[in-house]
């Protein structure tokens, strides 16, 4: 796969719920797609009610056996996009794997134009909102 069969998504700016589903349809129709700057995805609603949420998800399980809960910003939207897939069909599984999402942007896609897209744009939202980075932070990544 050459970086010429990939579509770059750039992250910043863009709606979680509707980036993911955006992405989710474009993955079943066979698309390659790597999303950059998973940090600056934005997530909205209250922060703080959105953590306690996060923080009663990850309190499900135990740490040795699972389930084991994402908390790096790629790590979560690559979650948000697997539930939107059907994963225990073959073309679900084939979809999430042509998937990249990358904290930051890679060398590799550094000159390449992004994707921006309009129907998950932030500017649509009126109310709160925030970064997927500053969830995953207090939930436990450990950025450097």
């Known amino acids: 796969m050459s970086s010429k069969d990939i579509t770059v998504v750039d992250g910043s700016n863009h709606i979680m719920g509707r980036l993911a589903s955006v992405i989710a349809k474009r993955l079943l129709q066979g698309e390659n797609i790597a999303v950059v700057n998973a940090e600056n995805i934005?997530?909205?609603?209250?922060?703080?009610?959105?953590?306690?949420?996060?923080?009663e998800f990850l309190e499900?399980?135990?740490y040795r056996k699972g389930p084991?809960?994402?908390?790096?910003p790629d790590t979560i939207f690559r979650?948000?996009?697997r539930g939107m897939?059907?994963?225990?069909?073959?073309?679900?599984?084939?979809?999430?794997?042509?998937?990249?999402?990358?904290?930051?942007?890679?060398?590799?896609?550094?000159?390449?134009?992004?994707?921006?897209?309009?129907?998950?744009?932030?500017?649509?939202?009126?109310g709160p909102y925030?970064?997927?980075?500053?969830l995953a932070k207090q939930i436990g990544w450990r950025s450097k």
């Open 42 to 55: 934005v997530v909205s609603g209250d922060f703080y009610s959105v953590l306690e949420e996060w923080m």
């Open 60 to 62: 499900v399980g135990k």
């Open 68 to 72: 084991f809960h994402p908390r790096r």
């Open 79 to 81: 979650r948000v996009v």
């Open 85 to 126: 897939l059907p994963r225990d069909k073959f073309k679900g599984r084939k979809a999430f794997k042509r998937l990249k999402v990358y904290i930051g942007i890679p060398e590799a896609f550094k000159n390449m134009k992004f994707e921006v897209i309009e129907d998950a744009k932030a500017s649509r939202l009126k």
């Open 130 to 134: 925030f970064r997927l980075g500053e």
